[in-house]
């Protein structure tokens, strides 16, 4: 996986103390995903994302819901995944992609079991951490949950017509997608 292009000192872990409810302190580290993860970036990948079956239109679902060669493809367009490591295994996966002016975040996931311990919100702090640009993230208009989670971290809604046009300079996606999506912008544009 391509390493990030900022801080000097991106490639180390930072390891980040999380509280699960109900259980023991965890220390997970963030960094970098490796060249031989793969397999574990399309397994967190493609069991999360079964959460938005039924947010995302039938006609833009498939399975798998990335294949191997779209993350390749992905990476090879710049997509660098860090990942979220406790007791040796990859539980969460986050990518960020400098595309113009702006850097992208791609593709968050965290393992189902893992979910709304903390994981996604550490990933999102150590990517935001990389770079004073502005961040986008995209995602499904219906995924209300994803929505909240941007929301809750700093992301602001864009205006529907700044979105159209923010989709089609940042990403390379259908009209169909576009027109069930949202863009989310830390910070946040001011014409909303």
Excluded at 69 to 84: K, N, P, R, T, Y
Excluded at 116 to 138: F, K, N, T, Y
Excluded at 167 to 188: C, G, H
Aim: aromatic share 8%.
């Amino acid at each position: 996986m391509a390493a990030p292009r900022s801080l000097s000192n991106a490639g180390a872990p930072q390891l980040r103390r999380l509280r699960p409810a109900g259980t023991l302190t965890t220390m997970i580290a963030i960094r970098p995903c490796r060249d031989d993860e793969s397999a574990a970036i399309l397994a967190i990948v493609n069991s999360a994302a079964e959460a938005y079956r039924g947010a995302i239109p039938a006609d833009c679902w498939h399975e798998p819901y990335m294949p191997r060669d779209e993350l390749d493809a992905e990476i090879a367009a710049g997509v660098s995944f860090w990942g979220a490591e406790e007791n040796g295994m990859l539980t969460g996966v986050m990518g960020i992609q400098p595309v113009r002016d702006v850097d992208l975040i791609r593709h968050a996931y965290v393992l189902p079991n893992q979910q709304r311990h903390g994981i996604g919100a550490a990933l999102l702090r150590d990517l935001r951490e990389l770079s004073p640009r502005r961040m986008l993230v995209g995602t499904w208009a219906a995924a209300e949950w994803a929505i909240r989670f941007y929301q809750r971290h700093g992301f602001e809604l864009v205006a529907p017509e700044r979105k159209t046009t923010l989709l089609k300079t940042y990403w390379t996606v259908p009209d169909r997608q576009i027109a069930t999506s949202v863009v989310l912008a830390d910070p946040p544009y001011s014409d909303r």
